[in-house]
């Protein structure tokens, strides 16, 4: 069973580790081909893609990533997005494991200094953090909101009134 370390905030490798926890590791597999595109990991009917700073900054990822979307759709699968400012615990609950806990709890949104932040993202990248964002319960987007200074609101308030046009 892996233990986070005090400190230590989900990343793609820990994510899979935590997947592998949660439904062994002869369920999980890694980078998953669908079609052109691969996703980090697939679980059952459902893929799980670790979004860093990429796909909130390029759009070209960010493409793909809606793209990737409608591929699994066409093949009867889900995705689910695991930003990097989101943490183990809300992805346990997500899951259906809110039971677990596999230690420290490193807290959700923009601690770390040198992470990427909302007014740094494209415009098309605060569409999908305003997305993601308001898809979150209460308590982890307030969680999120209380991490945020003027002008990462700002960068959020735009992606919840982006109409699409470039």
Same mark, same amino acid.
């Given at each position: 069973m892996y233990t986070f370390k005090e400190g230590e905030y989900l990343t793609e490798?820990?994510?899979?580790?935590?997947l592998c926890n949660l =439904?062994?590791?002869?369920n999980?597999?890694?980078? +998953?081909k669908i079609g052109v595109y691969k996703a980090d990991f697939k679980v059952g009917n459902l893929l799980?893609? =670790?979004d860093g700073y990429r796909h909130y900054s390029q759009s070209k990822t960010i493409l793909r990533? =809606?793209?990737?979307?409608?591929?699994?759709?066409?093949?009867g699968l889900r995705?689910?997005?695991?930003?990097? =400012?989101?943490?183990y615990k809300y992805v346990c609950e997500a899951l259906g494991f809110a039971d677990k806990d596999f230690g420290y709890a490193y807290p959700n949104g923009f601690i770390d200094a040198k992470a990427l932040r909302p007014k740094d993202f494209s415009t098309?990248?605060?569409?999908? +953090?305003?997305?993601q964002l308001d898809s979150f319960s209460e308590a982890v987007k307030t969680e999120i909101l209380a991490t945020m200074d003027d002008l990462d609101l700002t960068a959020y308030k735009i992606g919840t009134h982006y109409d699409g046009s470039m």
């Open positions: 490798r820990s994510l899979g580790e935590l =439904f062994g590791s002869e999980v597999e890694r980078q +998953f799980v893609e =670790f990533d =809606f793209a990737l979307h409608d591929v699994a759709e066409e093949n995705v689910m997005h695991v930003p990097y =400012f989101i943490q098309l990248g605060c569409l999908v +953090f305003s997305l």
